[in-house]
């Protein structure tokens, strides 16, 4: 990349939750920028699969396979980092799930799932990365991944609403500690995109057209709409943003 701003050239990137979907693409976009990539997932061979194909396009890639809700997993994963001379610079916690159930239909076992998956998961493995950067003291860019839910709220969702309701708050919590030293926490509220995610929705032919109605792009977003505004936030393009998050959602959140 010719601009210096947006160079991440020398950085290492770990995305959660990369093996598919946007944490897949947003690895890729990192790699095309210029860093090595450190891929997760819960499963070591999905992992290798997908480490595969971003080698096979010429990109420096680890695999690091752990799940990012076990405490002694994330641990141990980054043990594994440190042993390996492997250091952090930028962090996208992606990892997430969906779970479409009314709330009165939910038990508190599938509640506590997505919260852990989508919430518990960034804190968990951004207290890591931050001990790590600061202890460094070189600085260094997280980037949280939330959603037109952690502003606005849609039946059938409410865990997963609560959950990045709390990705944005957690945003600014990190920021608040950490930007002291030289690290900036953002995040991006993607609006409708199409995914394996998204799949049954937009196989759901009233909610297709509901998004295409309720988006002034009159679209859904596609994963590579995402890439732009992750490699800001990861670069020093970004070094005097801190606590936001940013909608990429066609106009989404700005009309009723
Ligand atoms: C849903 C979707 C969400 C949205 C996304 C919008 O059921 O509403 O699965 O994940 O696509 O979060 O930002």
Redesign the pocket.
Known sequence: MSNALFDLAGRTALVTGSTRGLGHSFAEGLAEAGAAIVLNGRDPASVSAAAAALRDKGHSVYEAAFDVTDEAGVEAAFGALDAQGIAIDILVNNAGI?L?KPIVDLSLAEWQKVIDTNLTSAFLVGRETARRMIARGQGGKIVNI????SDLA?A??AP?TAA?GGIKLLTKAMTAEWAEQGITVNAI?????ITE??QP?VDTPSFDNWVKQRTPARRWGRPADLVGTVVYLASPASDFVNGQIIYV?GGIMAVL
């Open positions: 969906q479409r939330g959603s037109l839910t849609r059938t969702v997963y990045k509220g993607p609006g409708y995109m995610m998204t929705l959602d």
